[in-house]
Structures are given as C-alpha cells and as structure tokens.
C-alpha cells in the first residue's frame, strides 16, 4: 500500500489530506503537526477569535471525527527533526522513525524577529499560532496598552481588533507608511486614517532599538509604554526539515507547478514554498494566504492521484478591519499606472494597478464588485476600455464586458 506522509498540520497540510481522500487516493494518509489541536484557519485568530467571537468548532478546517472517519492518520503535537531521502524517512523529536512513500512538506513559516536587544523576551507576543492569539487575548481589555511593532496586515487586524475590546493601541512602523511593502498609498492612507479615526495612534519612519519591561524602546531614546507587546514585522520560511533533505532551497522550499520539489519523492505545500505563479507570467514567488495554500494543496493532491492539474488561480488576500473588508486580487509588479476607482472619503473604492491597457493587479475597499470584475479579467489578461474604467459613473459590469481579448474578440 502506498503511503502519504505529512508534515505539517496546517491549512495546507490538512487540506491536501482531504483533498488526497477526495480524490480517490486509497493508500495510508499520516498527518502529523506540531500543535495539538486539528488543523484549523489562522486568519480569524487577529479578528474573530481575538475577539471572543469564535469558537474553536468554527475554527477548524473539518469536524475532528473527519480524519478518523476517512481513515486519516492524525497526529497531533509531534514534531519532525529530520528527512532521509535516501531511505525514505522522517525522524521525529522522540526518535520515532516514519517511512513513507511519498512525503508532502507542509512546515508553514515563522515569524521575523527584530535584531535588537530584548527581541527574544518571553512575554513578546508573535500572532501564528492558537497559542499565541490566547496569550494576546488574556493581555487586551479596558485600560490595557498594546504597542504594535510592524504596520502589516496581521498587526493592524490586531489594533483593530484590540481597539474592539477597550484596549488602547499604537502601531510603531519603521517605514513611512503602513503597508508599505504590500500595498498602494492610497490603501495605505485610506487605513492610516481609519485606524485613528478609531483611536489608534500610529507612528510611521520610527526605528525600534530594544524591548525592555515597560515597553519598547525607540531610536531617539523615547520609550513607548505598553502591557503588552505584539511584533509582526514579517515571517521566514520553516525550511530547515527540508534542507536535511537536502532539497533546494531560496526563501523557501523550491517547488514547481504541481507543488514537487527537487526530489520527485517530495512535495511541498503553502507558505514554505517558492513557486512559479502562471497567472503572472511564470514569476517566482513565496507568498503568505489561505489561497495560495489551498491551490497548492491541489496541484499536490492531483499531481499524487495523476489527476488533471487544476487550473491556475490569480492569487488573492483579504483583510478583515474593524466593518472594512479588503480584498486583493493579482500583484502590482511591472504596473505602470494606477487608478483609484471611487471615492475613498465614502469607505468603498478601489485601486487598479494597470501595465498598458492590462489589470494586474485590484485593491478593493468593501467592493466586491471591482475586486470579482478586476480578477476575472487579470486572469483573462484582457484589455480594458481605460476610459470607462476611470469613470465611476460606469457600471464595473459594464467596463469588464467593454474589455477587449488579444485576438480581438469583445470579452
């Protein structure tokens, strides 16, 4: 019989095990993951859970009968030390020994840390894990300080969210604007905005030099007071099981299309992985999501059953602020113009990146419209009547069927 073993019990580990279930696969599934709980979504811990409005039956990916129920090997709280590719085994922390077959790596990724003194505290707060959005949740409340190191998404999804339960919040960011690494400025100053229209001080172009017990230090000497401290500046790959693998490796596990890496024995899945993303021009990228994860478990899945390989997504996020509900689709890279597409002052726009007369990328702020219609057409890759686009009089309907294919024909 052939088996599958897992490592990695995460969003893209347990998906591809159900999806190998899914897809006919009648061999023996070992999924096996450093947490004790069953693999459960990670967006809603910064929002949803973090506010006491989740409960941990929401929170999973699958009910935790499915696993025993499809005839899934979970394990939970194990962790793997090394691969033997040439024997075809993994070596677990208590010395535990597990062959497989074929080996799917599903490690994820860690958080950054800031190399300054006082960085590796105790009482720092990461936001990756169930455990980490506990401890956060016990230190929020009514007259409690939280100090933000890093203005990205997940960091603002906690002020936010810390803001909700009576806390006050400052978000320290050392770049001159929130967001800056992942989005447009006019996303950024939309944000910035609603953060402090909400009472969150946000300090931008500030460097922070050391964590002490009162709070962080900055590069002018200030102390910023806190009870609690959350630092999100950033995630790194977990590829070191795969390198005793020997497998390649460059900001990530290398992998291909169906998500195989170096070693036709072994795939590798989610936010570990770098990997060509067809929809923009075959580029490799290592990108953090849900849906790059659940894509990728895909390509894994069909690639293991010889099924067809899925067809090939446009990636896309979203982020959940306070009533705000963002979502992007494609990436901006080679765009050589922009259009902000409605009024940001209303709480409900959206920014187009345009290379030429193509979309590559769309920010919609609680637009869902503009953000189907603009994905729809990156993934065509059609040409838009930019005209109509810019006019917001114009309906987003109307401007994707005004778009026009390469050969011509009206799309």
């Known amino acids: 019989m052939t088996k599958v073993l897992i490592i990695g019990a995460g969003h893209a580990g347990g ?33 949803a859970w973090l506010k006491g409005e989740a409960e941990m039956e929401t929170l999973l990916l699958r009910p935790e009968s499915f696993y025993a129920e499809q005839g899934i090997d979970l394990r939970t709280g194990v962790t793997a030390t090394a691969i033997d590719a040439v024997a075809k085994t993994v070596t677990f922390v208590d010395g535990t020994i597990e062959p497989y077959d074929t080996l799917i790596l599903a490690t994820g990724s860690t958080a950054r840390k800031l190399p300054v003194p006082g960085a590796n505290r105790p009482e720092l707060i990461e936001l990756r894990t169930l455990h980490d959005a506990e401890r956060l949740k016990t230190a929020l409340g009514p007259g409690k300080r939280l100090a933000v190191v890093g203005g990205g998404y997940v960091g603002l999804e906690a002020a936010a969210s810390a803001r909700a339960l009576g806390a006050e919040v400052v978000v320290i960011e050392r770049m001159d604007r ?9 996303l950024s100053a939309f944000f910035t905005a609603h953060h402090r229209g909400h009472g969150v001080e946000i300090r931008t172009g500030v460097e922070v030099t050391g964590f002490e017990a009162g709070g962080v230090r900055l590069a002018d000497g200030e102390l910023i007071p806190a009870d609690a401290v959350l630092v999100g500046v950033g995630a790194l790959a977990r590829d070191g099981l795969a390198r005793t693998a020997g497998l390649a490796c460059d900001n990530g596990v290398a ?13 590798a899945v989610g936010d570990m992985t770098q990997r060509p993303i067809p929809a923009m021009g075959g580029r490799i990228m290592r990108l953090e999501s849900v849906p790059n994860a659940l894509e990728q478990a895909k390509q894994a899945a069909a690639a293991i059953t010889r099924r067809p390989a899925p067809s090939p997504e446009v990636p896309w996020f979203w982020s959940d602020q306070y009533e705000i509900k963002l979502q992007i689709a494609g990436l901006p890279f080679d765009a050589d113009r922009q259009v902000v597409r409605g009024d940001p002052e209303s709480g409900r726009f959206a920014v187009f990146h345009l290379r030429g007369d193509r979309i590559v990328c769309v920010e919609a702020v609680s637009a869902p419209s503009e953000f189907m219609a603009g994905r729809q057409m990156i993934g065509r890759g059609t040409a838009v009547d930019f ?22 024909r009206a799309g």
């Open 178 to 186: 929130v967001l800056q690494r992942v989005a447009s400025e006019p």
């Open 255 to 267: 992998v291909d299309e169906t998500a195989r890496t170096s070693d036709r024995n072994i795939y």
């Open 15 to 47: 998906s591809v095990a159900a999806l190998l279930k899914q897809y006919g696969f009648d061999g023996q599934i070992v999924l096996a993951g450093e947490e004790t709980a069953p693999p459960y979504q990670r967006p809603p811990l910064s929002k």
């Open 387 to 408: 005209a109509k686009l810019i006019d917001p009089a114009v309906s987003i309907k109307n401007v994707e069927r005004s778009a026009v294919t390469d050969d011509g």
